[in-house]
């Protein structure tokens, strides 16, 4: 298995379009992870998957933002009427079953809108 | 609500140097500290879990410490090298919930 895997690597976009990212964890994980990072601060929580199943979402997570995992594999984030605040490193990870699991990350897809 | 403060924000050393980076946090009911690495534009890479009954982990020239009692870890690093510049991020896994709350980081720049 090569890690956790991202697409696209880089995204540009014009405000008010609309943006989808995908991840594929490492096979053998349940839980799966989606992080926002902008310049200079850490990682910030956006939501995570056990299997198919979405367990929490964090307040930052607005309503222009959905993720799925429809089979327990991979999972896409789409952000839908993009804004100029949107622009950060979108992160996902995965591990096994917690706690005292690490964290795999990708190497995220960084959005820049216009 | 847990919140984790990482101290200093950036570093510089020459190589060859030892060096400690400080991670602390406001909640004490942890299951594990994690310290990670970035590399600029990349994604982060896991060095060290430290679980919340154990004192230290070592890996290789890095040693990571965690007082869980008095909210502070700390990451050790021995005889520096350019190719450990990088940020580095500590994070918590806490009780009742199921996700790593991060610190903002630790910049490092070690020159030759």
Redesign the interface.
Known sequence: DTG?S?NPRHKITKRGQNVTFRCDPISEHN?L?WYRQTL??????LT?F?NEAQ??KSRLLSDRFSAERPKGSFSTLEIQRTEQGDSA?Y?C?SSSN???E???????T?LSVL | KQEVTQIPAALSVPEGENLVLNCSFTDSAIYNLQWFRQDPGKGLTSLLLIQSSQREQTSGRLNASLDKSSGRSTLYIAASQPGDSATYLCAVESYNTDKLIFGTGTRLQVFP
């Open positions: 956790v991202q839980r992870y200079g601060q850490g990682p910030e929580f995570y056990q367990l929490e490193m992160l990870a917690p706690p005292n690490k964290l795999f990350f990708g190497s995220g960084q």
